[in-house]
């Protein structure tokens, strides 16, 4: 008998109820990466005695073989320092720092992979040893990409996993449960299932070696890399016995590689966004629950397609020229349970002979699909809210993080198909009797749609739920440097001003003004990301600035920890856009006389020695007004010259406005750059990075005659 929708409205309901209650007093706040949480020495400290060693606390414990952390003094020269160390305290690392370390402003720039679901994260952080606020001389930062999301590698090898592991399940549980121990399509299903699995954790494995930056072996040797090994053995179980299963008669094959296929389950229950919640265990499990209930509602519907594909094949070989294929159909379905299958359908589907699809067996799925949907509602919120942090959190990561909208259009995915299986239970099935056309038609959109979702679940794991430079204007007065642009499409203009503007704690400010009119604008919200230029080993950092009462941005921090040149993306929000604003900032540094070589002939050649005996050779040739090129070679305080690894110059005209010049590599330490000069007083600020990350910066002044 078929239960009433209002009944299954009720249980739905009442499920869901118990869902939120759950997720209320059970969800912990999400981790979801190895973020850090505290740090000894805490950024923008200001110490006056050198500590031994730096300490830092991670929302998930860290995998100390994988991750790495580099400190940085304040000429940008890497520390030599032991690798970094699980800590005392939990999920922490610490990392012994040399004795006798000297005053400065010192960056801490870490990569760490956590040892809970094999996730990388990045960050930076500085802190000073007897220095004041703002007169402090620190290393120059490179600011790479942040921590990479799911690699299209990563999202089809899950993807994969889950088309194997759900069929499997879904064939164990349905397959036993619901269809009397058989198996439509076994023969291909249960070993294409099994391979599916394995390629798609082989393919993970690959993946995850190549987003953390180490090699197959260093992954696999890791406490991160374990779960892949396990996950890789209980999918190659799994194909071993669904290849078994499909060819025995005996339920014990078929029973052994659902749970092999749970078993690989359950291992990525314990290895994902779950394992960093604090306690794991309710979640882990509640996320094992969700893997299984899932592969019992997908997999059997899986099952159904193959079902009805069966039958249709049956009534095609079956029917005869004096009946139409829609009244073989219905005659077919009234003598359901008696009529017996062709042996082209056998060859095909595997399917025994004399025993055809029954109605009773698609109602008997149809009800534990509907229990499996309740544990799949049930999980589902529990571990939405749990990864959000708690109810109150919810609406925001849902609407502000990437992580949220993918996981709504997961959502929204899987309510369809929810609703076309109620559609199926109070509508198609109760019309089998006249024919399966259109449960056949539904059931295959199902399967199309589940697939939607494994893609998708694929690219939520790589979330984490929780959330070129153009113009400048430096100002040469010591107290501060700024720069000044607007977007690509004109529309905004920000003005960002950084005091001292030397390396260490900074306060920053932002004017930011409509293009046209130069009329403030309302934003909800201003965010700084800042890139050292030419240093590949240190992590971006972010600054968030805070609206003041006259309308300006402003926020303190030690972001701009070494000196040089800095790519400055202010990010300006207003309602659902966001405005970037690409600027380049260059700290404040002593300024270096030249001496200026003069020949008639030939251009003016100023060289600069630097404190630290490295020399910056600048001249332009040919020096007057029109097209012109500026030359900059580094030498060694022997006068060799001194390869670099990258080079930045930006030209302050006569008219007060500034360009970042295009730097073309001649020669390792030669750098030439094309400038259109006017007559009038040049400035050119120039900051080469050594190929150790040292950084060599001067300003050269040339003045164009009329």
């Known amino acids: 008998m078929i239960r009433r929708p209002l009944q299954v409205t009720l249980r739905t309901g009442f ?70 160390e699980r800590g005392a305290p939990p999920r922490s690392l610490t990392v012994a720092l040399p004795a006798g370390l000297g005053d400065g402003v010192y960056t801490v720039s870490w990569r760490v992979v956590s040892e809970a679901d094999g996730h990388l994260t990045v960050g ?72 599916l699995a394995l390629v798609g954790a082989i393919a993970m494995v690959f993946a995850e070696a190549d987003s953390i930056g180490a090699s197959l072996g260093d992954l696999l040797r ?99 020229g004096s009946t139409t294929p829609e009244e073989q159909e219905a005659s077919d379905v009234a003598t359901i349970g008696a009529a017996a299958a062709s042996r082209r359908a056998h060859d095909l589907w595997g399917y025994p002979h004399g025993d055809g699809p029954r109605l009773a067996e698609i109602i008997a799925y149809s009800r534990i699909a509907g229990w499996a949907v309740l544990v799949v509602v049930l999980t589902g919120l529990w571990r939405t809210v749990g990864e959000a942090g708690g109810v109150d959190d919810v609406g925001s990561v849902l609407t502000d993080t990437t992580y949220g909208t993918t996981l709504l259009i997961k959502v929204a995915v899987a309510l369809a198909i929810i609703a076309l299986g109620a559609f199926n239970r109070w509508r198609s099935i109760p019309r089998m009797e006249t024919g399966g056309t259109l449960l056949r038609r539904i059931v295959a959109v199902e399967v199309v749609a589940a697939l939607g979702v494994f893609g998708l679940t694929a690219a939520l794991t790589g979330f984490d739920p929780g959330l070129p430079g153009e113009h400048m204007t430096e100002e040469t007065a010591p107290p501060s440097i700024s720069a000044s642009g607007s977007d690509f499409a004109t529309t905004t203009r920000v003005e960002l001003t950084v005091t001292p503007g030397t390396p260490g704690d900074n306060t920053f400010e932002a004017h930011v003004v409509d293009f046209d009119t130069g009329a403030p604008i309302e934003a909800d919200e201003v965010v700084v990301h800042l890139a050292p230029l030419g240093r590949l080993d ?142 009038g007083p040049w400035r050119f600020d120039v900051v080469g990075t050594t190929e150790q990350g040292g950084v060599l910066q001067v300003g050269y002044e040339y003045g164009v005659a009329a």
């Open 538 to 679: 240190v992590e971006h950092t972010v600054l968030t600035l805070e609206q003041t009462p006259d309308g300006t941005w402003t926020a303190s921090g030690t972001q701009l920890s070494l000196p040089g040149a800095w790519d400055a993306l202010v990010e300006v929000g207003v309602g659902a856009r966001t405005t970037e604003v690409p600027l380049t900032l260059i700290t404040r540094a002593e300024p270096v006389e030249p001496v200026v070589a003069r020949q008639e002939g030939l251009p003016d050649v100023a060289t600069f020695r630097l404190p630290t005996g490295e020399q910056l050779q600048v001249y332009v040739d040919p020096g007057t007004t029109g097209d012109n090129e500026l030359h900059v070679t580094a030498f060694d305080a022997a006068g060799t010259e001194l390869p670099l690894s990258s080079m930045v110059v930006v030209a302050s005209m006569p008219d007060g406005e500034l360009e970042r010049l295009d730097a073309v590599r001649l020669t390792p330490g030669h750098f030439s750059s094309p400038v259109e000069l006017m007559p």
């Open 15 to 84: 499920a869901a109820l118990l869902g939120v209650v759950f997720a209320t007093v059970l969800a912990s706040p999400a981790a979801a990466h190895a973020g850090l949480s505290s740090s000894d020495p805490a950024e923008g400290a200001m110490l006056d005695v050198a500590p031994a060693s730096i300490t830092m606390s991670f929302t998930e414990p860290p995998d100390a073989d994988l991750s790495t952390v580099a400190v940085l003094d304040s000429t940008g020269a890497e520390l030599d320092t032991p690798p970094a």
């Open 222 to 320: 890791s406490g991160a890399g374990r779960p892949y090994i396990w996950l890789v053995a209980t999918a190659a179980i799994t194909l071993v016995l669904g290849v078994v299963a499909s060819r025995s008669a005996s339920r014990w094959p078929l029973t052994l590689m659902g749970l092999s296929a749970a078993a690989a389950m359950l291992v990525r229950a314990t290895s994902g966004h779950a394992a960093g919640l604090s306690p794991p265990l309710p979640a882990e499990l509640a996320q094992f629950v969700h893997f299984v209930a899932v592969g019992i509602w997908i997999g059997g519907v899986l099952l159904l397609v193959i079902l009805l594909w069966h039958r249709r094949a049956k009534t095609a070989t079956d029917a005869d």
């Open 124 to 195: 930076v952080f500085a802190f000073g040893v007897g220095v004041d606020p703002g007169h402090a001389t620190a290393p120059e930062v490179h600011v790479p990409e942040p921590a990479p999301q799911a690699s299209p590698l990563a999202i089809a090898g899950k993807t994969l996993l889950y088309a194997g592991l759900v069929p499997a399940v879904g064939a164990a549980v349905v397959g036993l449960g619901a269809f009397s121990g058989t198996v439509p399509g076994r023969r291909l299903l249960l070993p294409v299932a099994g391979a």
